[in-house]
């Protein structure tokens, strides 16, 4: 077995990353892992005009983990001026629980930290996710009690089971001070 990677995707990737998004957090398929968000949301999770837009902006990137040509685990990162948002966060659902996730989250943060030199990383999360959100508690990210609310009525990003969905803000200081 080789080694897996890390690379930015491309808009040649576009076809690739939407099923891997759609396993980790829709339908029947998100089920085999703990990420699905099928008891609260159907329809779609990523649109696929806005990642073609997310791969083309000059201050986001959307970070790739391959191995022997196998898309692993994705996520999504946007520059915003010495705050970095995190965000798309998928991992195959038989993937998940094997540390996979845990090296993108770091991979990510290095890039933020590295390349960006930002000072925080930023997500949001949906609240009511009690068990992801303590997943990235554990990683040092902390809950703000800042929240912002679900985009009712646009089905680019999913179809509401429930009228009581709003996403928290977390946050985490990245160490700059090495750079």
């Given at each position: 077995?080789?080694?897996?990677?890390?690379?930015a995707a491309t808009l040649a990737d576009v076809d690739a990353i939407i099923p891997l998004v759609e396993s980790a957090y829709r339908g029947d398929a998100s089920r085999k892992g703990w990420t699905t968000e099928a008891d609260f949301l159907d329809g779609q999770r990523i649109d696929r005009q806005l990642l073609i837009e997310l791969i083309q902006r000059d201050d986001?990137?959307?970070?790739?983990?391959?191995?022997?040509?196998?898309?692993?685990?994705?996520?999504?990162?946007q520059d915003q001026g010495g705050i970095a948002y995190f965000g798309m966060f998928s991992?195959?659902?038989e993937g998940q629980g094997s540390g996979i996730?845990?090296?993108?989250?770091?991979?990510?943060?290095?890039?933020?930290?590295?390349?960006?030199?930002?000072?925080?990383?930023?997500?949001?999360?949906?609240?009511?996710?009690?068990?992801?959100?303590?997943?990235?508690?554990?990683?040092?990210?902390q809950r703000t009690g800042e929240y912002k609310p679900f985009?009712?009525?646009?089905?680019?990003?999913?179809?509401?089971?429930?009228?009581d969905l709003r996403f928290e803000v977390l946050r985490k200081p990245l160490n700059t001070a090495a750079q």
């Open positions: 077995m080789t080694e897996s990677s890390f690379r986001a990137r959307v970070v790739l983990l391959e191995r022997d040509a196998e898309l692993l685990a994705c996520c999504e990162l991992v195959r659902p996730g845990n090296r993108m989250l770091v991979e990510a943060e290095r890039i933020a930290t590295e390349e960006w030199q930002c000072r925080e990383m930023r997500m949001t999360v949906i609240d009511i996710r009690n068990e992801l959100i303590a997943w990235y508690e554990r990683r040092g990210y985009p009712y009525g646009d089905e680019r990003f999913g179809i509401p089971r429930r009228d």
